[in-house]
């Protein structure tokens, strides 16, 4: 009876069963891609990643948090944790919510290289999958390759020089070495491009799959930031790809609040490239839009305008996001020429005089549970969200394509000024393809591109990124409320262009080196 | 060739003496008396003998017999008198029994006749305050309630804490139990006769594998052969009331300050009523516990059966606990003597009613300006906070807005039953061959049943409201298996000494059980897509273990023990673990130049040494293993054009093993003045290695960022203080004090984050902690900012500056944040007491136990949570109700660091007056005896809000919505026939 201690899970199913059907193969994937937003095998209570509030562990949550709350877009009253310490640009190596972020990315990857190893050809035709779901299986593998390159592109624009593990490192007790910024670049680009043929092409990826189209516009990314990156600009690069994207057939959806709404992955799915998928039913956590319509919504913002059933009162605009639409008052915030400009500004003052107060700063109404006619989402409760992130649209892309071409990239400086005006044309509320006095601009240069990116992509977990790329992320030039820690704004140091590795894993790898001035 | 004694013990005044132990000197032969002072004891080898006639708080008596092969020898009746030194008293230990005088090891027993007296309604706390080094805590006031037992303090961070619970020889399970909040509960307190706590390692190295956190054996009350057939009966009336209150505002001291602080718009949510919301959803609670036994022998058959029923209020409203309970044990003598048998069932049916475990927090943040009832109300006449659309009729609920305490209590009906049977038969053989040869075969089981209901209507529930009502239910089965056999050999070697070996095996298996359950509304249809898995898991733990003991001339004492555990929890390679003990005894009263002396009636050093295992881990039995979990319903993921449920890889350590418990004990046992003063003295070093420690993993290395394994260390070191002294001693009076202390000092001596890792969440905000565990610090060292104080009162920070105001910056950057956290104070109390006493005049008797706590210190959560501008003006459309503590500190609640001030941390000791009682003999011939007592009489404290006492549970220190512990009168009658 010393056999009775050979005990296994009932319900759990060992590597071998996993692998060996081809169901069970997309269920792994599916994790892979509800990593992005879900925090665990519930909704809460069996969590990815440990160590703090599960609901504040989500991906995409995290995301926001790091790219939007240090800039100039957004700030947050909540006092949870060291969450002011993103706010005022004060973070340490101990903040949880950089270690959460890099805990999201890390599981992202170790999963990913699970799920790679597992399904590797050999293993897959000793598994005796062939046919059809061998097919799938290979799609599926590089669906797995294109969503470990994402994780690693968030691990090297935000922390730079990170441990280094791919599917050959099988899980254990190891430390992983770390690759530099450049090498982790090249890296990416590699995956991505190789990958980037064997995904589907946007014609026969339904939506929410990684197509082709979204290697390209991640490479794209890569490209545009390859200055700040590697030293190396690769603006060239990045037309080339911009170009695939745009060729592939996806167009502006009809009106800019129709990509942010409940129904946006049906209204607004011809633009939407890579969307991280939220369901009100089926796929439940408080990241994703749970979390940013709730902590949108507070002070006289009710929530039942949003379409959702309770306020948490956190997140605001600085005052540089109404200035950018040149919005001051709030007569002129209620009835904006560019309706982009989405504030809520009854008892909510412009300047922001504290951090932690909800009614210091205009409340932005983009993020909503309500669907294109008005209707609330799915959730009967109207606690979970339906809206989908869109990571990647086709704006995006136009912009980075204009960017691009001012950045000495080649391409047409005509085309990008028609891109840029085709999404003021339709953020005035006006027919894209007629040329309109109100909404056009006649020329554009690189300033007026980050404005443009603000006022067209905020809260969309870019701006970081984007501030970083045109050198006002740091330092005194260009400043918002709180930038540092002083209400008027101040300095924030340049090494805080990366955040730094956290000291948890220092810890656990002490190989690892600390990124300069943490 | 054997033969049979019998007699009575009576006391001074020849009343029987029931529950005292008779033994046969030099053997493990005794029985003890019944509730009539008789006693008979089998297969007792011919020859002269000598009797030893022990009871605690009596001086053991010493009868000479001469036993005849085949027949039963009549001893005149013995008196006892009071005051004993109690070293021939009999100890249980693990797998056998000992003269006390014998022991090695720290071991403390604990008898009925001293148990806590009153409504008792969970068997551990029988003995809470009278064991020197055993903390326990009840988790709060709901009958019924689970308790928190600490020996020597924790020797784990992640892994169990918990004693081993044995009884009558089954180690039960006393994990959570799905549908009661204490499995424990589930045994009769009434039922039992004996505890003994075995706390060093080389008293619990037997138990090995589950033992390094102490052993407690219990053991229930047994018929007695040749006895006559008794029936005890007895009840208690007890009626419970509410001590302590979470300190709020009232209501015209919350419109006052609203309409001090509020803007126009806050001023206009203020009702006009005064409500107590504690006084609302509080009562007078009544309890009623009967209980009958009937105890003798059924020819040379000894019985006992008992059937007792409970049915206790709780103080919160609509609180229940029922339970019935059943105990049959038989325990013949059979084969010539050569087989023993002792046989036990205890089975037990419990029905509660629970209620939320956060509707004290609830009431305590009503706004006392609002009305319980609310005329033309659509929520059963209560006053809820929502909206009706004037033409529609549509009702919606104010969001975030909390529901009202006393309709979530009526409105929703959370019920369980669950049962239990523990059973085990134990047969012990003596090997006719080699009569020195005993063979003891242990089977046992301890199943549990449990089914329970939450019930919320539709439509007039406003806690339920958005989502249709509740009709949830929920189920789990346990079915827990032992085998035991082993092999005794015990030999007198003349004037060698004497030896005894013992050698044996363990099977324990345990499985859980619970089906996949939907979430439904209180139509039954779903809620949500969401089922709630299946679970069923499954752990082994196989064992061999020896001993040796041996006797010199009952002076000196040696024991050695070996074990070797494997459990299933760990892989092949890994899961063998091997636990030896040693300890070694001097009894210095054995010797001859002490022989004579009255005044010191004895002296005994001890010392011993051993290793114990760990390998309870929380919520997982296979942590070495790489498998797959499935995700629920409602976190599916769309690919290939539909949503599909996820599958995630666990983290895993496929080489984690065993942690490792090192204990040294020393210890001296004394007694002066022919026994009237006796006590013990003990100190101990506990070392923990390879820490079974949810750690983190080097990123990207698997399958989560903390996975289990090995790591870290930790030490508790410690002195424990018993004392029993005799006060008065008289025909007429008697009195006795047992006193008892500890000191326990905890650190943690390896963890790999230099740093520390946070522990213990608390309320107000997400994901803040309030602990530290850091290498050289205490285990869950609070971990704050330090207040500066201006005029005596913390200054506010205000968010401007980030703190910066009001906080020390360590290290002078000019910002406040994490790295300004220093390590403050600790939740572990520094000093332990227990004071117990026992006066009997003529027929009445006046027994008290308190307990106090010295250095613990509290998180005030309920401050911190509640005590700010934030907390009770919300920008939310309602108000909530907020501390007198806010009047004095005018806390704004912003700024990153106020919930982390070192002003919350705040002295929590103690002294409770846990027990008085007052019992009186009616008469010598009606056996009718009454008694009085209070339970939580008072407490003396300088905590200011609810009940200080929480060492343990989640959030170790962090004080908040406690059930309130209540004050219990009880007025209960025993009577003998």
């Not at chain 1, 519930?42 to 790091?66: M, N």
């Not at chain 1, 262009?497 to 990124?515: E, S, Y």
């Not at chain 2, 008794?230 to 001590?243: I, K, M, R």
């Not at chain 2, 060492?951 to 406690?962: L, M």
Request: proline residues 4%; hydrophobic residues 35%.
């Amino acid at each position: 009876c010393m056999k009775d201690l050979d005990r296994e899970p009932f319900y759990g199913l060992d590597t071998e069963t996993v692998y060996a059907n081809p169901a069970a193969q997309r269920q792994v994937l599916a994790k892979i891609y509800g990593g992005l937003v879900i925090t665990g095998q519930k909704t809460t209570g069996d969590a990815d990643t440990k160590g703090d509030d599960e609901g504040a562990t989500s991906y995409s949550r995290l995301l926001f948090k790091l790219q939007e709350l240090t800039t100039d877009e957004a700030a947050i009253a909540w006092t949870d944790g060291a969450i002011q310490n993103l706010n005022d640009n004060t973070w340490t190596s101990n903040n949880n919510y950089v270690l959460g972020m890099y805990n999201r990315i890390y599981f992202q990857i170790a999963l990913a290289n699970e799920f790679i190893r597992e399904m590797s050809d050999d293993k897959l035709s000793g598994r005796g999958i062939t046919g059809n779901d061998l097919t799938n299986a290979k799609l599926y593998r590089n669906e797995a390759r294109f969503l470990r390159a994402l994780g690693y592109y968030h691990a090297l624009d935000m922390f730079g020089n990170v441990p280094f593990v791919t599917e050959a490192d099988a899980p254990g007790k190891f430390q992983p070495r770390q690759i530099s910024r450049a090498d982790l670049f090249a890296y990416v680009e590699s995956e991505l491009k190789a990958i980037e043929p064997d995904l589907l092409p946007r014609a026969q990826a339904e939506y929410g799959r990684a197509s082709q189209a979204a290697a390209q516009t991640l490479l794209a990314h890569l490209y545009l930031n390859a200055q700040v990156y590697t030293g190396t600009a690769r603006n060239a690069d990045v037309i080339t790809y911009c170009n695939k994207v745009i060729g592939s057939g996806y167009s502006l959806a009809g009106r800019y609040s129709d990509l942010f709404g409940a129904d946006n992955d049906r209204v607004a799915n011809s633009e939407i490239i890579f969307p991280i998928v939220c369901d009100g039913l089926r796929t439940r956590s408080y990241g994703g839009t749970t979390f940013l319509v709730h902590a949108s919504s507070g002070g006289s913002l009710q929530p039942a305008t949003l379409g959702v059933n309770s306020g948490w009162g956190g997140l605001r605009a600085r005052k540089n996001l109404p200035l950018a639409f040149g919005l001051t008052t709030a007569a002129q915030a209620a009835a904006p020429a560019d309706k982009r400009a989405m504030f809520f500004t009854t008892r909510q003052n412009l300047e922001m005089a504290s951090l932690t107060t909800f009614r210091e700063g205009w409340a932005v109404t983009k993020w909503t549970n309500k669907t294109s006619t008005g209707a609330d989402g799915s959730d009967a409760t109207k606690e979970f969200v339906d809206t989908d992130i869109p990571l990647f649209r086709l704006a995006d892309v136009y912009l980075m394509y204009a960017e691009a071409v001012l950045r000495g990239g080649g391409g047409s400086q005509a085309t990008a000024l028609s891109y840029v005006n085709q999404l003021r044309r339709r953020g005035y509320g006006f027919p894209i393809t007629t040329a309109n006095p109100t909404s056009d601009v006649a020329s554009i240069d690189l300033d007026f591109i980050l404005a443009e990116r603000m006022r067209e992509l905020y809260w969309e977990a870019h701006r970081r990124t984007d501030l970083i790329r045109f050198g006002k992320y740091t330092g005194t030039a260009y400043t918002w409320p709180f930038k540092g820690g002083p209400q008027a704004g101040g300095d924030v140091a340049s090494f805080r262009t990366l955040f730094p590795i956290p000291v948890a894993d220092l810890t656990a790898n002490p190989t690892l080196r600390q990124n300069p001035g943490y | 060739q054997t033969g049979s004694v019998s007699g009575r013990v009576v006391d001074e005044k020849s009343a029987g003496l029931p529950g005292v132990t008779v033994i046969i000197e030099g053997t493990t032969l005794g029985n003890s008396t019944n509730s009539d002072g008789t006693y008979s004891i089998q297969n007792v080898p011919a020859g002269p003998r000598t009797l030893v006639i022990s009871f605690v708080g009596y001086t053991t008596g010493r009868i000479p017999v001469t036993v005849t092969a085949g027949q039963n020898t009549a001893v005149p009746s013995t008196t006892l008198n009071e005051n004993t030194t109690l070293l021939n008293e009999a100890v249980v230990v693990g797998y056998g029994t000992v003269r006390k005088q014998d022991v090695t090891g720290s071991v403390t027993s604990v008898s009925s006749r001293d148990f806590v007296k009153g409504q008792v309604n969970s068997p551990e706390q029988l003995i809470n305050g009278k064991v020197a080094g055993v903390q326990i805590s009840t988790s709060g006031g709901a009958p019924g309630a689970a308790s928190v037992i600490r020996i020597r303090g924790g020797s784990s961070l992640n892994a169990s804490n918990d004693p081993l619970i044995v009884i009558d020889g089954v180690p039960i399970d006393n994990s959570e139990l799905r549908g009661s909040s204490n499995a424990l509960s589930l045994i009769n307190p009434n039922d039992i006769e004996t505890f003994t706590v075995l706390k060093d390692a080389s008293a619990t190295a037997i138990y090995g594998s589950r033992a390094s956190n102490g052993v407690i054996l219990i053991t229930t009350k047994k018929g007695i052969s040749g006895e006559k057939v008794g029936v005890n009966v007895s009840s208690l009336f007890s009626l419970s009331t509410s001590p302590r209150r979470v300190e709020v505002l009232n209501g015209d001291e919350f419109r006052a300050l609203i309409n001090r602080v509020g803007t126009e718009d806050q001023k206009s949510r203020l009702g006009s009523a005064n409500t107590d919301w504690q006084d609302v959803i509080l009562r007078d609670a009544y309890t009623q516990d009967y209980n009958a036994a009937v105890t003798g022998s059924l020819g040379t058959v000894p019985l006992r059966v008992s059937l007792g029923h409970l049915n206790a209020d709780g103080i919160i409203k609509t609180n229940n606990l029922k339970r019935n309970t059943l105990s049959v044990g038989v325990n013949p003598v059979l084969l010539g003597g050569n087989l023993k048998v002792d046989a036990n069932v205890k089975g037990s049916w419990i029905d509660n009613r629970f209620v939320e475990d956060g509707i004290i927090g609830s009431a305590v943040s009503f706004d006392p300006t609002q009305p319980v009832t609310l005329n033309g109300s659509p929520f059963g006449g209560f006053n809820e906070y929502y909206t009706q659309d004037p033409t529609t009729g549509a009702i919606t609920l104010v969001g975030l807005a909390p529901t009202n305490p006393l309709a979530r209590l009526s409105q929703r009906r959370d019920r369980s039953t669950v049962k239990r049977a523990i059973g085990n038969i134990q047969l012990d053989y003596k090997l006719f061959f080699l009569p020195d040869l005993r063979a003891n075969l242990n089977l046992g089981y301890d199943l549990t049943r449990s089914n329970g209901t939450t019930f919320v209507p539709a439509g007039i529930a406003a806690s339920e409201f958005n989502r249709g009502g509740v009709g949830n239910f929920y189920s789990q089965e346990r079915d827990n298996k032992l085998l035991e056999f082993y092999l005794n050999y015990s030999k007198d070697l003349g004037n060698a000494g004497r030896l005894e070996l013992l050698g044996g095996y363990s099977y324990q298996d345990f499985l859980r059980e619970s089906p996949a359950v939907p979430d439904l509304r209180a139509d039954g249809t779903p809620a949500s897509p969401n089922i709630v898995l299946p679970v069923r898991s499954q752990n082994t733990l196989i064992s061999f273990y020896g001993r040796l003991n041996y006797n010199f001339k009952d002076r000196y004492l040696f024991t050695a023990t070996l074990r070797n555990d494997n459990s299933s929890r760990f892989a092949k390679d890994f899961r063998a673990g091997y636990f030896p003990a040693a300890a070694v005894a001097w009894r210095v009263k054995g010797e001859n130049f002490l022989a004579n002396s009255t005044f010191l009636s004895e002296l005994k050093f001890r010392a011993g040494y051993g290793i114990t295992g760990q390998q309870e881990v929380f919520g997982n039995d296979y942590p070495s293993l790489a498998f797959y979990n499935p995700g629920e319903n409602t976190v599916q993921y769309p690919v290939g054009g539909v949503f599909v449920n996820t599958l995630r890889p666990v983290a895993y350590d496929r080489s984690i093993k065993w942690e490792e418990t090192t204990t040294y004990n020393a210890g001296l046992d004394y007694g002066f003045v022919d026994g009237r003063l006796t006590g013990t003295v003990d100190v101990y070093l506990r070392k923990t290695k390879d820490l079974l420690n949810e750690t983190d993993a080097s990123a990207g290395t698997n399958l989560s960022n903390r996975f289990l394994t090995n790591v870290g260390s930790l030490e508790n070191r410690g002195l424990e203080l018993g004392l029993i002294g005799v006060v008065a001693q008289t025909t007429d009076f008697n009195w006795s004090l047992n006193a008892n202390a500890t000191f326990n000092r905890n650190k943690i001596t390896d963890v790999p984050n230099p740093t520390g890792l946070r522990v213990s969440g608390i309320d107000g905000g997400t994901g803040n902690r309030i602990s530290i565990n850091t290498v050289g610090f205490p285990v869950n060292t609070y971990y704050v900012y330090q207040q500066k104080y201006a005029n005596d009162k913390p200054i506010v920070p205000t968010n401007a500056n980030g703190g910066l105001n009001a906080f020390v910056d360590q290290n002078n950057d000019g910002q406040i944040n994490e790295q300004d956290l220093v390590r403050y104070k600790s939740p572990n109390p520094k000093a332990i007491l227990g004071l117990g006493s026992n006066a009997t005049f003529k027929r009445a008797t006046l027994a008290f136990t308190m307990r106090a706590y010295l250095g613990n210190y509290a998180y005030n959560n309920i401050e911190s949570s509640r005590g700010n501008l934030n907390a009770f003006l919300p920008t939310n459309p309602f108000l909530r109700n907020t501390t007198p503590g806010y009047l004095e500190t005018g806390f704004t609640g912003e700024g990153t660091s106020y919930l982390l001030s070192d002003y919350f941390i705040q002295d929590a000791s103690f002294l409770r007056m846990d027990n008085i009682s007052l019992g009186y003999d009616l008469g010598e011939t009606s056996n009718i005896r009454v008694t009085a007592a209070v339970q939580n009489a008072f407490i003396v404290t300088k905590f200011d809000t609810a009940d200080p006492e929480k060492f343990d549970g989640g959030s170790p220190g962090v004080i908040n919505n406690v059930y309130p512990r209540p004050r219990t009168f009880t007025l209960g009658v025993n009577v003998n026939f």
